[in-house]
């Protein structure tokens, strides 16, 4: 009986998801972003949900399908509001170019903030009302806001500023519209981040028409859990402006080094106040400090427009200057929000349906286009990436890759690094550098480098294709590798047979060098350390392979039992 009821709700599953009827069909002209509605589920409001979680903390800017860049509208910084943006609110405070979508724990990202602004510099957005302290924040037409798949657009009422916002998979863009004035500005807070603060950040003018930088966002400043999710990220970026930067300035806050920089921390009026009295900064070219914001101002006429495009990266300044050229440099607005909308029809028509009302399809495709959102981009356009960028060697830098294996196993495991620093290494024909770190008995950090055509895979660890042990050339193996036990105990990894086991890493023969060590002394060193720590060998049925020893090609060979 459940099989056959089971089997019903499959058949009328597809039957609902393909739109069969008899008098039904998939429409042909149908345009699935005609569907899509982006402001569904773009409140935090607690009050509104009914419930201590809100609404869906969903974002209404603009992005591409799994892409890594959002240019979106926020209207808070602290508090729980994950998106940034909640639609009660009724002013924005910038328009960040990283978002996240649907998440609770505070959120994170929003980093970028970029406002237009007229008049007076603000170096704070101040608070929602602008009573207890004053900002750069601007109310909005609500009746202009308009989000569709890949694009927004609003009006800034308190400047007359019409702001529109698209992206590509790695860049985003902004097109203003702005008003008769003599102090037209683009101001950018580098340290603003959702609920908290970036904790370090630098920009470079590079040229007359361009910035670039980073921003660190750690634990200290709060953001994923207020910290406590241990988010570690630094974001890079390369701006370019349609007008030149022929008045421009930084403001740096001198934040204290025991004040406390987290969640509401930072949206404190101390905090705040301490941050609007920081000093323009006309004099320089580059800059680093704990609280940055730049600015540009120039005059504009009536209804003149100025572009801004951004390249991101969570590599390195490179990547983003490399993302910025290959996706979006050559292209002004319009091609960028034609691009995005085609790169979500593309995607959502993947699933076509028919029947049901507008506002049935509005609710099906809107469902669908929020799927799309996560998991998203992390590889810059060459395919580079950062596995955890507080460890991980960078792999841009064309004169040698370098891999750390002892990181490798100790944070990821499963040989991740070590695979993706050998395609690397060939990608960009290079040699790869293997470094071992390991705190020794002394408690400094052994550290020797040697080529790929000496690498040394002494064992696999599991009975997996998972973790692999470099020892390089290390004059005290039998030491590092009673370490690597260690190691491994401590992870709860269960240990096979060490050097007993090249494993299924697809290599039959591999070097071995041992400076000034005797084979047979290693091993048995290895296996003495092996049974003191306890660990049995298991006799099981896995194909465990086992090494005969060539003394004289010195070279180990794998033969399976």
């Not at 490179?318 to 050229?325: I, R, S, V, W």
């Not at 697809?506 to 290693?522: C, E, N, R």
């Amino acid at each position: 009986m459940y099989k056959a009821t089971a089997n019903l709700l499959i058949v009328c599953f597809l039957c609902w998801m393909t739109g069969c009827s008899s008098t039904h069909t998939a429409s042909e002209d149908l345009v699935p972003t005609d569907y899509v509605n982006p402001f569904i589920g773009a409140s935090t409001s607690v009050g509104a949900a009914g419930v201590y979680h809100g609404l869906g903390k969903t974002f209404p800017g603009a992005t591409t399908p799994y892409g890594m860049v959002q240019v979106s509208p926020n209207t808070i910084t602290g508090g729980d509001n994950g998106s940034g943006y909640s639609d009660e609110h009724k002013t924005i405070e910038g328009f960040a170019f990283t978002q996240m979508s649907g998440v609770g724990w505070f959120g994170d990202l929003g980093n970028f903030l970029v406002m237009p602004t007229t008049g007076e510099l603000y170096k704070v957005a101040g608070k929602e009302n602008n009573d207890s302290i004053k900002g750069y924040r601007s109310a909005y037409n609500k009746a202009t806001e308009t989000a569709k798949a890949g694009y927004y657009s609003v009006e800034l009422t308190d400047y007359h500023i019409k702001v529109e916002s698209s992206a590509t998979p790695h860049c985003g863009i902004l097109h203003f519209t702005y008003p008769s004035s003599g102090q037209s500005r683009i101001q950018i807070d580098l340290a603003r981040r959702v609920g908290g603060t970036s904790t370090s950040q630098y920009i470079k003018v590079v040229d007359d028409y361009t910035i670039q930088g980073w921003m660190k966002c750690t634990p200290d400043g709060g953001g994923w859990g207020n910290g406590e999710g241990k988010a570690d990220y630094t974001v890079y970026y390369y701006a370019q402006f349609s007008k030149p930067l022929t008045n421009y300035g930084f403001w740096s806050a001198d934040i204290p080094e025991h004040w406390v920089r987290k969640r509401d921390e930072v949206v404190s009026i101390p905090y705040l106040t301490r941050v609007s009295q920081a000093p323009v900064i006309k004099d320089k070219k580059e800059l680093t400090g704990k609280h940055l914001g730049f600015f540009t101002e120039f005059p504009t006429k009536e209804g003149e427009t100025v572009e801004m495009k951004v390249g991101i990266s969570f590599v390195d300044m490179e990547g983003a200057a490399n993302n910025f050229e290959q996706e979006i440099a050559s292209k002004n607005f319009g091609q960028v929000k034609q691009e995005a909308t085609e790169l979500w029809n593309k995607e959502l028509n993947r699933v076509r349906i028919s029947g049901g009302t507008d506002d049935e399809k509005t609710i099906f495709y809107t469902a669908m286009y929020h799927t799309m959102i996560d998991p998203r981009i992390y590889t810059d356009v060459d395919g580079v990436y950062t596995a955890d960028p507080r460890k991980v060697p960078k792999a841009r830098k064309l004169k040698e890759i370098t891999y750390d294996e002892m990181l490798d196993l100790a944070t990821l495991g499963a040989g991740v690094l070590h695979n993706r620093s050998v395609e690397m290494a060939k990608k960009y024909g290079v040699p790869l550098v293997v470094r071992s770190s390991l705190n020794n008995s002394e408690g400094t950090v052994v550290k020797e480098e040697v080529t790929v055509e000496r690498m040394l895979i002494s064992g696999v660890a599991l009975d997996t294709e998972a973790v692999r042990i470099a020892v390089i050339g290390l004059k005290d193996v039998p030491g590092m590798a009673f370490k690597l036990f260690d190691v491994l105990a401590k992870k709860h990894i269960n240990v096979d047979v060490i050097l007993q086991s090249i494993g299924r890493a697809g290599t039959k023969d591999i070097s071995f060098t041992v400076d000034g060590k005797d084979l047979d002394d290693a091993i048995a060193t290895l296996e003495e350390n092996k049974a003191r720590l306890g660990y049995q060998e298991l006799h099981s049925e896995r194909n465990i392979a086992k090494l005969s020893i060539d003394r004289k090609s010195t070279r180990l060979n794998s033969s399976h039992a």
